[in-house]
């Protein structure tokens, strides 16, 4: 047996909501470089839209979700993988508590918007739909052998990702830090099971050697090579993948479906909040030029509120 694991992340660019970051991990048959995911998967999944009810649209999350579209395809492969996993999130902060690991010491208050209502889940689809998904998923891993193993998140409201930041002093370092220490959550270096893990490149960085060497302990890291496409690099029994386009790996499309779904659920927890105390308010992503439109029109009442820019507003 080996592990799958893949990492993406969404929401790097706005500057309103949070950076969400997920690794998803999978023990497979054999050797995980050689192993076919997608095509074991198959049943219950494909990388193109479907009317099917019980499959799945799995791909990068820009494909498979956009406001027109609506949340029901994120949601789907989302609370279907929670479920194998033995969990039924009822509403946005179950599903964030269960898949954040806690790897902080760091203390934050959470944002009035999440604290002041409660969203429940799901938002579009039915519940029994979820549990008949998550079964016919179940039955198509034990075929094939596979078991989805853990799907964990870094959630990093503006606050946190403003200290991380200036802890780093640099957006793309912080990001890769978060990133790394997020996979050592799920991952052993130490372990002798055939590992491959691929992530999404961070930006335009190609090399990975010393920020992995920050993680690992005293770890050796090998560099296989670094070049603009691929960055790979071994430790011990694991192969390491920074590449681009590396949501064309079943792991890695599933983390950026789940990033996606924590993002949006929680620009919707915020829009809801601002319409409510600025009546008439249009609703934002949270990117950056309709950003400041937005914290112009809000200006006010987030003064009288006592919001402060460094809970509401990330700086870079």
């Known amino acids: ?17 949070p950076l969400v970051v997920t690794v998803t991990v999978w023990e497979v048959p054999g ?5 076919d995911l997608w ?14 009810r019980l499959k799945l649209h799995v791909a990068d999350s820009k494909q498979v979700y956009s406001p027109g579209k609506g949340l029901a395809a994120l949601e789907k492969s ?5 479920r194998m996993l033995g969990r039924t999130p009822q509403t946005l902060t179950e599903l964030s508590e269960e898949l954040q690991p806690r790897i902080s010491n760091l203390k934050f208050d959470t944002p009035p918007w999440l604290s002041d209502a409660e969203l429940k889940l799901p938002t579009e689809i039915n519940s029994a739909l979820i549990g008949d998904i998550a079964t016919k998923w179940l039955e198509c891993c034990q075929r094939s052998g596979v078991t989805l193993k853990e799907i964990r998140s870094e959630i990093v409201q ?28 799920v991952w052993n270096p130490d372990e002798n099971e055939p590992t491959l893990v691929i992530c999404d490149k961070h ?11 920050e993680v690992l302990d005293g770890q050796m890291v090998f560099s296989v090579g670094e070049a603009k496409e691929r960055s790979v690099y071994r430790v011990g029994s694991t192969e390491l993948r920074f590449q681009m386009k590396a949501e064309a790996n079943f792991p890695v499309a599933l983390a950026s479906i789940v990033c996606k779904y924590v993002r949006e659920l929680s620009m919707h927890a915020f829009n ?11 609703p934002t992503a ?20 006592e919001i402060t820019d460094d809970v509401l507003w990330r700086e870079r």
């Open 286 to 305: 949270g990117y950056p030029v309709d950003a400041a439109r937005f914290k112009a029109e809000i200006a006010e009442i987030q003064a009288q509120r």
């Open 1 to 17: 047996m080996g592990l799958l694991i893949g990492m993406d992340e969404a929401g790097y660019g706005p500057n309103l909501g």
């Open 158 to 185: 503006p606050q946190r990702f403003n200290a991380l930041v200036r802890a780093a002093d640099n957006k793309a370092l912080a990001l890769s830090r978060l990133s790394l220490n997020l996979l050592r959550s």
């Open 272 to 282: 809801q909040f601002w319409a409510k105390h600025v009546p008439g308010v249009k």
């Open 31 to 35: 050797s995980p470089r050689e192993f």
């Open 39 to 52: 095509n074991a998967m198959s049943e219950v999944a494909q990388q193109t839209p479907t009317k099917e």
């Open 203 to 213: 930006g335009g960085r190609n090399r990975y050697e010393d920020l992995l060497a």
């Open 78 to 82: 989302v609370l279907s993988a929670s």
